[in-house]
């Protein structure tokens, strides 16, 4: 059984065996450990496929690594549960250096996640975000996925695309409520992201997040990059956040594998007591079990 310390010793190899323990619904533990004592902010960056989620988190990269920073990257794979296959090839879109000890970078389906991009997400996310400073969550937006982001990512970034009338839609979705920041991309392609950034700016005004910014970015000249820099700042708020994030957490793992009656049955025990999250979860969801088992016993 590892613990923090020796998680945060033990490089890339420790960290992959420790979300191999966790993808097999383990490391409760190490889990509970991690989420109390974080070390980074974790940056959830959503948007439509081929907006340049993965350019831009490739341009972030060197960046935060020449100011000393490490950084983590979860690639949530959009491919659908319906086609199986990997859309545009998101796995190697990734630019890094593989053997720069600083980065580490992780993709995961989303298709076998019953739970949504959640599931296998959220426990990844916390282990990253114990051990390295900046860790980037790369969602597809299709269907929910950008609100779920805002359940499990300290900032949400949206990124548009110029020209591409996004702003109606994510209007539509409800989109607009969640982002810290929205980035309209590719700006090195001409005036289109000029306007596009206004469209997103009076579409913000209209929400009831009024006070979003709004700036334009180009991955590939590294303009406008530096409208992130303020969603890394430390901010003493994100430990309540965290919280809530981890009770969302526990009810829907619950919800997903006991349904209603198991939230109802585990009442008042579903409460993120820090520093029990994980391993809480683990005891109600052994008490339901057994719950079940007994009266299936009785017939
Ligand atoms: N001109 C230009 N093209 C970009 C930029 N960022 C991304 N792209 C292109 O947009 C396409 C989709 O980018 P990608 O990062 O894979 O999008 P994702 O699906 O959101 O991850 C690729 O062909 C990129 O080369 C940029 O800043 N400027
Ligand atoms: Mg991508």
């Known amino acids: 059984m590892t613990t923090l310390a020796e998680l945060r010793r033990g490089g890339k190899p420790a960290l992959a065996r420790a979300l191999a323990a966790v993808e097999a619904g383990g490391a409760a533990a190490l889990l ?175 929400s009831a997040r009024g006070a979003v910014p709004v700036a334009e970015v180009s991955a590939a000249t590294g303009a406008g990059l530096e409208a992130l820099d303020p969603l890394l700042a430390p901010d003493p708020a994100l430990a309540g956040r965290r919280l809530v994030q981890a009770e969302a957490w526990m009810r829907a793992r619950i919800r997903a594998d006991f349904g209603r009656f198991g939230l109802a049955a585990a009442g008042p025990r579903l409460v993120a007591r820090p520093g029990a999250v994980f391993s809480g979860l683990a005891s109600v969801a052994r008490s339901l079990q057994t719950l079940l088992a007994d009266w299936s016993a009785r017939g």
């Open 32 to 206: 509970d450990a991690a989420l109390q004592d974080p070390r980074g902010i974790a940056l959830g960056l959503t948007g439509p496929p081929g907006v340049g989620k993965s350019t831009l988190t490739g341009a972030l990269i060197p960046r935060l690594r020449a100011r000393g920073l490490s950084v983590a990257v979860i690639a949530v794979d959009p491919s659908s549960r319906r086609s199986g296959g990997a859309l545009l090839g998101d796995r190697t879109r990734i630019r890094h250096d593989p053997e720069d000890a600083g980065v580490f970078i992780r993709s995961m389906a989303a298709r076998d996640q019953l739970g949504g991009v959640a599931e296998a997400t959220y426990p990844a996310l916390v282990l990253m975000r114990a051990t390295h400073d900046v860790v980037i969550v790369e969602t597809v937006g299709v269907g929910q996925s950008e609100t779920e982001i805002a359940d499990l990512a300290d900032r949400v970034v949206l990124l548009a695309e110029p020209g591409a009338g996004d702003a109606l839609q994510f209007m539509k979705a409800g989109i607009v409520e969640t982002p810290d920041l929205v980035l309209v991309t590719k700006a090195d392609r001409g005036p289109a992201a000029r306007a596009t950034a206004a469209e997103m700016r009076r579409a913000l005004a209209l």
